[in-house]
């Protein structure tokens, strides 16, 4: 085991530090802690090097833990910069959640921390919670498996998205700022019309959109609302670390059983998934089992992760698995194929655009939890309203960014539900730490959806999510875009004893 410094002993849970108090022989009994480093690495990205961040663990970038298996890691900063990793989705007591200062500092450069905490079954990953950090590609997959996952027998795949500039990271958000990106808007716009015609939408008393608001978004000259997609043109789009210039080729059997773990660790990019001739069924979003959904296309936002199953005919063959660039023609993937078969180029851009995601919430709405909550009284409920523009290049979280910012305010043990209410022309990834809520409302329709970490909130859309508070401390709640997060899009959920 790598020697403790002092902060990494502070970092150390109430169980963590009795494990360190435990006697001889049975700590002889325990496995030593796994190996994470942050450090540096090289890639080719179209024939081109790149040095960027990355977490290596024992068999590669990131961890893969056994069923019932604690997480017991020690972390190291091989970098020359500060550092502090999250472990996205996963519940760890507070003082481990990873987060700059709350409580704990940036590991320093050479520092290593030991975390110790029960994991989460599921597909999750963990990155630096240093916006800029994460872009340089600070991030990794984080995978807990289930009983469920041994007795299954699929041949597991990890599809890990990323954006990617050769640019340093501080210019690319001077760029985006300045209105310089490159991005685009989905076209024609949506009319007010539209916007009252979405499913569900009410806007009458009962908490609708107030149309006096809808300006937040910016008016198009035609009356209409144009949604701002895309707000920077990357020079790659990477699927394990490699574009479709040369993709990851992954070799499955004839007739093979595919678990597909799909996660989008972009930094600014909602990505489409599509499975083509190979047919998949949605079993999971962001680690939580739904009702199995079948289709060849399913979308995410920036944070989100999908679990799809894949059953491949008896036959050789190809099939390439595509993450489509929403409202753009970029695309990226990896490819499976039987031994022997003929791998094809693909191109990295398609012949259409793909559209827009989910701003009808069609997809969500389709979701159904298989582990839902336990059915309580409500004892606190709160308007969450996310709020900005292109220009300025501002987002705000109930119209305060980061350091004017009003808490959100729980008790330990409170049901709660938020209500987040886009009154922006973006869609935002929420992230929620150190709890994982569930979908209940959709535009004002009561639903039973899914457990999730991270929900997409289109364009002047509301949506609620129920969740028990957990430990009293101070918890992060923000859009996990991270040029949103850079400029403010961030507030705590408070909650106290």
Not at 102 to 127: I, N, Q, S, V
Not at 205 to 212: D, F, T
Not at 357 to 376: G, I, K, N
Request: charged residues 20%; contains cysteine.
């Amino acid at each position: 085991m790598n020697p403790l410094s002092r902060r990494g002993f502070l970092a150390a849970s109430a169980a963590a530090f009795a494990t360190a108090h435990l006697p001889r022989a049975v700590m002889a009994q325990a496995p030593a802690p796994l190996a994470l480093s942050a450090a540096t690495r090289t890639l080719d990205i179209n024939g081109r090097a790149a040095t960027v961040f990355g977490l290596a663990g024992p068999a590669g970038q990131g961890l893969v833990l056994d069923p019932g298996q604690r997480f017991r890691v020690d972390l190291t900063n091989d970098l020359d910069v500060g550092t502090i990793i999250h472990w996205h989705g996963q519940l760890p007591p507070n003082a481990q959640d990873g987060v700059p200062d709350m409580p704990l500092p940036l590991l320093a450069p050479g520092e290593t921390r030991y975390y110790d905490f029960e994991a989460l079954p599921g597909t999750f990953w963990m990155h630096s919670h240093a916006p800029i950090q994460e872009m340089q590609l600070l991030a990794a997959p984080l995978i807990v498996r289930s009983p469920d996952d041994l007795t299954g027998d699929r041949q597991e795949v990890v599809l890990f998205l990323h954006d990617f500039s050769f640019k340093h990271p501080e210019e690319v958000l001077a760029e985006i700022s300045e209105g310089h990106g490159g991005g685009h808007g989905a076209g024609p716009g949506l009319s007010m019309g539209d916007m009252s015609a979405m499913p569900g939408m009410d806007h009458g008393a009962s908490g609708g959109v107030p149309m006096g608001n809808m300006a937040m978004g910016g008016m198009t000259a035609g009356g209409g609302m144009a949604m701002d997609l895309n707000d920077y043109d990357w020079d790659a789009y990477l699927v394990n670390d490699r574009t479709l210039s040369d993709p990851e080729v992954v070799q499955v059997e004839r007739g093979g059983r595919i678990r597909l773990r799909v996660i989008n660790a972009a930094a600014a990019t909602v990505f489409w998934i599509e499975t083509g001739t190979a047919q998949s069924r949605l079993v999971a979003v962001d680690g939580h089992a739904v009702q199995p959904i079948s289709g060849s296309r399913f979308g995410l936002a920036m944070g989100q992760r999908l679990d799809l199953e894949i059953d491949l005919p008896n036959e050789g063959g190809t099939w390439p698995i595509l993450a489509l660039r929403e409202g753009a023609r970029e695309r990226t993937g990896l490819v499976l194929a039987t031994q022997g078969a003929e791998v094809r180029r693909i191109s990295a851009l398609a012949d259409t655009e793909a559209p827009a995601f989910d701003t009808d919430l069609a997809q969500e709405s389709r979701l159904v939890a298989l582990d839902a909550l336990p059915e309580r009284a409500v004892e606190r409920s709160q308007v969450v309203v996310l709020g900005g523009s292109m220009q300025p290049y501002v987002w705000t979280i109930d119209g305060a960014v980061w350091g004017q910012h009003r808490p959100v305010a729980a008790r330990s043990g409170e049901r709660v539900v938020l209500s987040f209410h886009n009154m922006s022309m973006m869609g935002h990834p929420m992230h929620l730490h150190g709890h994982v809520f569930q979908i209940v409302g959709l535009n004002g329709r009561a639903v039973s959806g899914p457990r999730r970490d991270t929900v997409y909130v289109p364009p002047m859309s509301v949506i609620d999510v129920a969740l028990d508070a957990g430990e009293a401390a101070r918890w992060m709640l923000h859009c996990h875009h991270m040029p949103h997060l850079a400029t403010g899009m961030m507030t705590e959920f408070a909650v106290s004893a």
